[in-house]
């Protein structure tokens, strides 16, 4: 956080912390500004706040935010006629693809 927190933001950064420890996930834990966020999108109302964060933590868990990159499985359809190729990395370590434009829209084609 780059600005200086005053002793009443401090406090209820502190007691949103308190509320919702026990709820958050550990990659939530890693974010260090996650409470002061939620605070201030509701003008450091604990409540709001509070609300606003379990809401959060309910889409996270309902959608499975967290294990989405390590769990996800692409439909058949896409593996197997989605015309695209990984070339390799650009010069600042950017993923480059080739994908074709004028591939098969029905798939009746494996153009990859």
Known sequence: M???L???KRSAIEELKRRTLNDITPT????ETLFFRFLKARQFNVENAEI?????ITFRKEYEVDTILTDF???EALVKYYPWAFIG???EGAPVRYISLAGDPKGTQMLN
């Open 6 to 8: 005053s002793p009443e």
């Open 89 to 91: 990395y650009d010069k």
């Open 28 to 31: 939530m834990r890693e974010d």
């Open 73 to 75: 499985t692409p439909p």
């Open 2 to 4: 780059q600005e200086e």
């Open 52 to 56: 606003m964060l379990r809401k959060h």
